[in-house]
């Protein structure tokens, strides 16, 4: 007797990576969160990632200590989320192909709608994806004193990228 195969449908990670760059002239600010929880829908392209936002880390202590106190306020806010699809993406093939990303980015309980591309591949058994958009603090309410207004860019550049395992059903 032989039974059909199916194809994996579900990846998922523990170890994705996101980093931020919210760098000036005046400062280097960047920071790396390598504990980002990730899936991903073979059969229809979703995109989900939590992550804890004290899991960012930073160059300077000093910076990682005013990004959770003063401006995310991570003790009232522990979670940032990402909800979203591949538009078009094609089950039956994985190329390094590039694909429409939309979903909506939740920092500090406000929702914002995301629009960008996303890269997807297979290595080995595993998926890889990886993306990049801008996030405003503004638009999460993040409030930069005036006197370090100078320091913080207006646009942060937010990179992506996760190795995505098949799940065990």
Known sequence: MVLPVQAQATYTTRTGEIRFNASTPLEDINAVNAEVNGIFKKDNG????VLLIR????R???MEEHFNEN???????????????LAGFRNDSILREKYPL?????????????????AIWQ????????????????DFDIRVP???FKKIAQEVKVSVSMELQPSEK
């Open 71 to 85: 401006y995310i306020e991570s003790g009232k806010f522990p979670k940032a989320t990402f909800r979203g699809k």
């Open 55 to 58: 899991d960012f880390r930073f």
């Open 46 to 49: 979703d995109i989900g990632a």
């Open 123 to 138: 290595r080995g058994e595993n998926l890889v994806l990886e993306t990049e958009f801008t996030a405003r603090p503004e």
């Open 102 to 118: 939309h979903g909506v980015l939740t920092i500090r309980e406000i929702e914002r709608e995301i629009s960008t591309v996303a």
């Open 146 to 148: 005036r006197l370090l």
């Open 60 to 62: 300077k202590k000093l």
